[in-house]
């Protein structure tokens, strides 16, 4: 992934999530599919974390 | 930790692959992210290599960079979904694939009549792995039948892995010996999804004598083994009275439960309908344990959900939109339930190859279905009405008349 020749200012153009406690699941047929409830599982709040940390350390870094 | 990036219509659409989270970016915080995530740059590095390519001050190169991962930061917050999902995408986000049709279990709710025992060649759902890693497709479900009746299951968790795909499993939980949950337990972004339909009772009534028994030491293993694991409950008549029990016993294992409507495919399956009535109230009661008593509840109902809290309306899931399904057969499935109640010719289905994303994009059959009616379940529809585009028992139409009932009848009280 190559930075474009010219400067542009990085932004989120598409804002990924929305502070509401739903998902897009699945039913699939009667048993299983996509879950709806991923994001809830503890395994998943840590790596968010991690990944937030991880960002957070290198905004800050730039700050100080 | 990793991304995927890939090019949107209007964005550049990056995977937080450890967190399964999304963000749609322009193309320098594409390529900042991608310097920051994959190639190991610190973001001092990052902003001497902007500020040199664009010739612009070090400081302001700086301040853009630590402004940019701060908006990024935001989106990695768990507690929200991912709208980028709901758009129309070029490619599919996720996609589901039916590795085998082989079950242990006879379960009452189940849409196979037939049992029959195929499997699909590890060359071949190797190959299909690999094309969607190729077109960036960044999530896998593996289906069934039960996967753990797959004969090369490990290998291709391990294929997947290699590919950085995130994945789900979804299986019953009776034949995961402690051997297989050690092997798990190497596989990186691996979620266990474990069906099941109740309480000790209720579930082996369901689904055979001591199947219980198995899945909860499964379960339990899992979870000690540090695999991350969920469990899934189809609700149906039999099973709508212990859907409160259930989530305790969820809750006292520490793992998200989440909840799907019961469909029936086939003429015994008619005892198993769940009242919508009865439906709305239990979803209603969901939605407050999730959100008052913060309990892991998963819910399948998007576009009913988003309507009770008030929210842009959404599809009822994300069938066409950013999800694919894969038969064992090898052909591209609009949804699995329409097939599965027989919606489909077998020759009018897709057969997936490396042109998949043009054909997800342009072909007939999933054109017919964006064109169709996404607020509502087709499959369902189609089942109670006989029309895809038909009345949906348990869809937002129905709900919308239920909730306006039972809003007059709270005001006369």
């Known amino acids: 992934m190559e930075l474009p020749k010219e400067h542009e200012q990085p932004k989120v153009i598409k804002p990924g999530s929305t502070p509401e406690p739903i998902e897009a699941g699945c039913c699939l047929r009667s048993c299983g599919g996509k879950p709806g409830g991923m994001q809830s599982g503890k395994h998943l709040q840590n790596r968010c974390a991690e990944t937030m940390a991880f960002l957070g350390q290198a905004s800050s870094s730039l700050m100080s | ?413």
């Open chain 2, 1 to 413: 930790m990793k991304i995927k990036i890939r090019q949107e219509k209007d964005c550049f659409l990056v995977y937080l692959l450890d967190a399964r989270r999304i963000v749609g970016v322009n193309q320098a915080g594409a390529a900042i992210l991608d310097m920051l995530f994959n190639r190991d740059m610190t973001a001092e590095e990052i902003s001497q290599t902007t500020s040199q390519k664009w010739d612009i001050p070090i400081e302001q190169a700086r301040q853009e960079i630590g402004d940019f991962l701060e908006q990024t930061n935001v989106e990695v917050d768990p507690n929200g979904f991912n709208v980028l999902e709901e758009e129309q995408l070029v490619a599919p986000l996720g996609a589901e694939l039916e590795i085998t049709t082989d079950c242990n279990l006879r379960c009452l709710h189940c849409y196979d009549e037939v049992h029959d025992v195929r499997h699909m060649p590890l060359e071949i759902a190797n190959r299909i792995i690999g094309i969607l890693d190729d077109n960036g497709v960044c999530e896998i479900s593996l289906i069934g039948g039960e996967p753990f009746r797959y004969p090369w299951i490990m290998e291709l968790l391990e294929t997947c892995q290699n590919r950085d795909m995130t994945i789900n499993l979804v299986s019953n939980a009776t034949l995961i010996t402690d051997e297989i949950i050690a092997k798990l337990a190497t596989i990186k972004r691996l979620v266990m999804v474990i069906s099941l339909d109740g309480t000790q009772e209720i579930h082996d009534y369901i689904r055979g004598k001591g199947v219980f028994q198995k899945a909860d030491a499964t379960i339990r293993k899992l979870i000690a083994a540090n695999i991350a694991c969920e469990t899934i409950f189809t609700l149906n008549s039999v099973n709508a009275s212990v859907y409160r029990e259930f989530i305790e016993y969820c809750e006292g294992l520490g793992i998200p439960c989440n909840f799907s409507i019961f469909k029936p495919f086939r003429e015994d399956h008619k005892d198993l309908i769940i009242d919508p009535d009865k439906f709305f109230e239990i979803l209603i009661d969901l939605m407050n344990m999730r959100i008052k008593k913060k309990y892991k509840v998963g819910m399948a109902s998007a576009a009913i959900v988003a309507e009770l809290l008030g929210f842009p309306p959404r599809n009822e899931c994300r069938a066409t939109k950013s999800g694919l399904v894969i038969n064992i057969d090898g052909h591209m499935v609009t949804c699995p339930s329409l097939e599965t109640a027989g919606f489909y010719q077998p020759d009018q289905l897709p057969v997936f190859d490396e042109n998949f994303t043009r054909t997800w994009q342009e072909h007939e059959v999933f054109e017919n279905f964006r064109h169709s009616n996404l607020r509502e379940c087709q499959a369902r529809a189609l089942l109670f009405s006989g029309d895809v585009n038909g009345y949906d028992p348990y869809g937002l139409t129905a709900f919308i008349k239920y909730w306006g009932t039972r809003k007059a009848e709270v005001q006369t009280i």
